[in-house]
């Protein structure tokens, strides 16, 4: 008994630091927590009144409990809950209401418990204790009605409420967590157990230094490398979903010029299973250090991971040498990307190999070589803009992909432009080098084209319009501009002027899809991915009889009768 009576003091002790600080030290400011009630154990019980009732009530909800350690204050902020019997009837009434929530005066006491006192609306004395350890509040309440009352009911409270992570959710698939603010973004980064959990952005985030909340940081946000001097990741992958609902992150600046970390981006590396998508991330400033691997303003390392509709701008440096820099993604390894685009700058050092305008390096892990252009980073609706430029010394540049090892590419485009210097090898409008060396398996590009220029100083050579080396693999249906690109050679695909790029009937040829995948301006514009499929009339991403419905209800309607460019 003794010891649990040491141990209990122990703990006591330390809730009370934790709420006051030790002495002699700078008080901290008021702290605001929400904390969601855990229905099977949070009950209210009315009692009394001149039938003498005896209902139990079940609450659901949340609130927000504010202590401020200086003052040894506290107070329910906010209360949004409700409550429930289980009888036929299913009457309901407002713990706030009851208990007054919002209007008692909270007490730190000397024992780390927080007491709070006033007045009902019907006069009578509340008072609720709050008990809070390892992330949950015990919630211990009842009302008294005033002396020589005879009718008053009487209310007793019992409940746990749970401290609620980020801005609400539970992270299941069904309830994810809600990622709303920097502070929430940055403390799932900080928060390694929840990397394998469901998240949503529900508002655009702003990650800007200058402004509250927002931070310069030196490693990934999410799952970063947790040792620079190691060249593999060391760390926690994020395996989980993170789908942003289309909403943005703006102004991620890393700067890791002081250090060898690798593995850079909103994410470091995420694994088997992961999902990341509808999400955007703009105005990124990304530095590496003097020897930096995977660096991806998006993602550091995807590795058999799933990337679907995000699109990033911004821009990438590396101060002397680098690996794997992509504008979404530095290395993609077996993984997938599907509907992306990238609109960066993106400069390497002196000595880099492998940068790409969307993915610096895709390829399988070496343990897994199947047929060709089956395995590998599977990249489909994707297109890059934006440039590329290396120093004096560069391997596999190109404006989509700099080292393509194998796996496919379909659908696809780049118009970023393509810049190295001296005795630089493998430049590519589209893919620097493709190729693998382990075998008679490689990589498919098919369906692409490229327009950006290609450029290079003396002694550089493998430049192509399209790529600008490739061995034991192959490009099939693709084309890129000789005019715009400066080059009349590529290891694979047909270059062709920029009038014949601009005519649908060049890639009609070659079987490509205008009407669910591609569209074009005739005679005006490159073709583009198309956002919707041109039968898709009501723009809803899916085709179905409510397309046919608009069409058949617009028929006879002229252009400026319709609803719209049926």
């Not at 920029?498 to 079987?511: N, Y």
Request: net charge negative; aromatic share 10%.
């Amino acid at each position: 008994m003794a010891s649990s009576s040491k141990s209990l003091d122990l703990s006591l002790v330390l809730l009370a630091v934790c709420l006051f600080g030790l002495p002699g030290e700078s008080t901290a400011s008021p702290h605001t927590s929400t904390y969601v009630f855990v229905p099977e154990q949070s009950k209210v019980v009315q009692t009394g009144g001149i039938a003498y009732v005896h209902w139990t009530y079940t609450i659901k909800g949340h609130f927000r409990l504010t202590v401020d350690p200086n003052a040894g204050t506290a107070s329910f902020t906010h209360v949004d809950a409700n409550a429930t019997d289980d009888s036929p009837f299913k009457r309901t009434l407002d713990p706030n209401r009851v208990f007054n929530m919002t209007s008692l005066v909270g007490t730190v006491e000397p024992n780390g418990s927080i007491k709070f006192t006033g007045k009902a609306p019907d006069d009578s004395d509340v008072c609720i204790t709050i008990i809070l350890q390892n992330g949950l509040a015990h919630l211990i309440g009842q009302t008294t009605p005033p002396p020589n009352s005879a009718d008053f009911f009487i209310f007793s409270l019992d409940a746990v409420a749970q401290l609620r992570k980020y801005s609400g959710g539970s992270g299941t698939a069904e309830d994810p967590y809600q990622i709303a603010t920097a502070e929430d973004l940055i403390a799932l980064g900080e928060t390694p157990e929840d990397y394998d959990k469901h998240f949503i952005l529900t508002e655009n985030i702003d990650l800007d230094p200058n402004i509250p909340g927002g931070k310069v940081f030196d490693k990934a946000v999410i799952a970063p490398d947790t040792d620079e001097w190691t060249d593999w990741f060391q760390g926690t992958a994020f395996t989980g979903v993170f789908d942003g609902k289309d909403h943005i992150v703006r102004n991620l600046n890393i700067d890791a010029r002081g250090t060898d970390s690798g593995y850079l981006g909103l994410f470091g590396m995420i694994g088997e299973s992961s999902k990341v998508k509808n999400l955007g991330v703009e105005h990124a400033n990304i530095a590496g250090g003097k020897d930096c691997l995977w660096l991806g303003v998006l993602v550091g390392d995807n590795l058999r991971g799933t990337i679907f509709r995000c699109h990033t701008s911004g821009s990438i440096s590396v101060t002397l040498r680098g690996y794997g820099i992509g504008g979404l993604v530095g290395y993609n390894r077996e993984g997938t990307i599907i509907n992306c685009h990238a609109d960066t700058k993106i400069r390497g050092a002196d000595t880099t190999l492998s940068i790409g305008g969307l993915v610096g390096d895709n390829a399988s892990t070496g343990d897994i070589y199947i047929t060709l252009g089956t395995s590998g980073g599977w990249i489909a609706n994707c297109y890059a803009t934006g440039s590329i430029s290396g120093g004096d010394t560069n391997i596999c540049l190109g404006g989509l992909v700099g080292y393509f090892g194998d796996g496919s590419i379909t659908n696809s485009y780049s118009t970023a432009n393509v810049t190295a210097g001296k005795e630089s090898a493998q430049l590519g409008g589209l893919v620097g080098g493709m190729g693998t060396f382990l075998g008679d398996y490689g990589g498919l590009v098919t369906n692409c084209y490229a327009a950006g220029s290609v450029r290079a100083g003396k002694d550089s050579s493998r430049l192509g319009g399209l790529v600008g080396d490739i061995w034991l693999s192959r490009v099939s249906n693709c084309f890129w501009d000789v005019q715009t690109s400066g080059q009349f050679t590529s290891a694979g695909g047909t270059g062709k002027t920029t009038a014949e790029m601009q005519m649908a009937s060049t890639f009609l040829d070659a079987g490509w899809d205008f009407v669910s995948i591609w569209g074009i301006g005739e005679n005006q514009t490159y073709p583009y991915l198309r956002k919707y499929s041109a039968a898709d009339i009501n723009q809803d991403g899916s085709v179905n009889l409510l397309d046919l419905s608009v069409l058949a209800e617009n028929w006879l309607a002229t252009k400026s009768e319709g609803p719209g460019n049926y």
